[in-house]
């Protein structure tokens, strides 16, 4: 990791979670790293915990509703007046909502396709401008996506859910070979957990907590660490070195 000290990096959705976590462990690592949330107090309490800790990085919290392309926008160019731009960005910021096909309702769907599709989209495509226009060569756009995103599992809560994380999966390769054809050495990668204990299971099953209790109770899950580790392994790869994808399942979990 040490040819990305003192650079800089993007991770949306860094106030709780895989985020947080990841953003944590880059700013470990040396990066510049901008969080970002609609709520950037949890960020700032972890900013100054990786200071109160030495770690030779820093975190600086942005607050951003990625569902308005307006204040996505007006982020890039904040990164870009007081940071020069992005070098790394990861998409972390995604959400579930339990809308089944046969009787979800449409805000739910639309609210899953602005946060883990285009804004996922508009943040690639706002990073990859901000390289190129500083020559950056060796950059990488990592997007969070899911086991959801490989496979279709037979529960109508998360039918919806993986149909935009299968957009996730197609977008990462799309990007790949545009990028490829662009005669470009920036990377791209989607990470592919599968259960991991964080709030996200509480989430999605806000009205049925028990629910989210009994996903974490059959198996040992994965924990954000390990997605952050996986972040960090990806990153560290030498220049000449693409990983499209890897996918983390518990040792336990059957899909």
Known sequence: MDRWKGRVALVTGASVGIGATI???LVRSGMQVVG???NV??????????????????????????????????????????????????NNAGLANPEPLLSGKTSGWKTMLDVNVMALSICTREA??????????????????????????????IHFYTATKYAVSALTEGLRQELREAKTHIRATCISPGIVETE????????????AKEAYSHIKALEAIDVANAVVYVLSAPPHVQVGDI???PVEQQA
Do not use: W
């Open 23 to 25: 953003a944590k462990e």
């Open 200 to 211: 996200f299971a509480y989430r999605f099953h806000s009205e049925t907590p028990d629910k």
């Open 128 to 157: 990859y401008q901000s390289m190129k226009e500083r020559n950056i060569d060796d950059g990488h756009i990592i997007n969070l996506n899911s086991i959801c995103g490989h496979i279709v599992i037979n529960s109508g809560d």
């Open 41 to 90: 107090d949890k960020i700032k309490a972890l900013a100054a915990e990786c200071k109160s800790a030495g770690y030779s990085g820093v975190l600086i919290p942005f607050k951003c509703d990625l569902t308005n392309v307006e204040e996505i926008q007006s982020m890039f160019a904040a990164i870009k007046a007081e940071h020069k731009g992005v070098d790394v960005c990861i």
């Open 247 to 249: 996918v983390l399942r």
């Open 36 to 38: 970002c949330a609609r």
